[in-house]
């Protein structure tokens, strides 16, 4: 069955760009019918959706983050990345990575989380 | 946008029935049937446990059901279980193509 894993440093300096990847197993990300997303949880708090990609490229990113979020795609690899530029203490979090299923032309739900990542913005 | 409301906590003895209730705005919960819910054990990822407003997906037990009405979604969990203790989080599709998630509500099972 398809499964995710998030890969990166787990420490980023203030004011730096935080880089993580997704690598999907057990399903092609470029068989379509699926978004590739970024959610994050801040510790002891909710969910925040960060945004998330087609394998075609067409993005979608939450507007609080927008100027700062890049989500790209490499069919080549089966990978999808995340990177967001300077960071502060507040992007302290938990990063996941998730399948988004795609009913009509709409994301309908996460079905397929990854473990998750701790990043931890300090110096 | 804003985040959906949702309690903080509920609890619930094993074998009854609880309900969590998320509330929004016609921007995404009134205006889409695309509300989920997930359930998250500690120290764990999110797990769908109901997509669409009201389908679980395979395997999620039928004691898990999802309803909606106008701007308010809600889970009812019936015949509580001990391993049914977790956080649970709403998320809904917005009329900005975007995604929004709930507060998260703590199930305590007594």
């Known amino acids: 069955q398809v499964q995710l894993q998030e890969s990166g440093p787990g420490l980023v300096k203030p004011s730096q760009t935080l880089s993580l990847t997704c690598t999907v197993s057990g399903g092609s990300i470029s068989s379509g019918g699926y978004y590739w997303s970024w959610i994050r949880q801040h510790p002891g708090k909710g969910l925040e959706w960060i945004g998330y990609?087609?394998?075609?490229?067409?993005?979608y990113y939450n507007p609080s983050l927008k100027s700062r979020v890049t989500i790209s795609v490499d069919t080549s690899k089966n990978q999808f990345s995340l990177k967001l530029s300077s960071v502060t203490a507040a992007d302290t979090a938990v990063y996941y990575c998730?399948?988004?299923?795609?009913?009509?032309?709409?994301?309908?739900?996460?079905?397929?989380w990854g473990q998750g990542t701790m990043v931890t913005v300090s110096s | 946008q804003s985040a959906l409301t949702q309690p903080a906590s509920v609890s619930g003895s094993p074998g009854q029935s609880i309900t969590i209730s998320c509330t929004g705005t016609s921007s995404d919960v009134g205006g889409y049937n695309y509300v989920s819910w997930y359930q998250q054990h500690p120290g764990k990822a999110p797990k769908l446990m109901i997509y669409?407003?009201?389908n679980r997906p395979s395997g999620v037990p039928d004691r898990f059901s999802g309803s909606k009405s106008g701007n308010t979604a809600s889970l009812t969990i019936s015949g509580l279980q001990a391993e049914d203790e977790a956080d649970y989080y709403c998320s809904s599709y917005t009329s900005s193509s975007t995604w929004v998630f709930g507060g998260g509500t703590k199930l305590t099972v007594l």
């Open positions: 998730a399948r988004g299923s795609v009913s009509d032309i709409v994301v309908d739900a996460f079905d397929i």
């Open positions: 990609i087609y394998y075609s490229g067409s993005t």
């Open positions: 669409e407003v009201s």
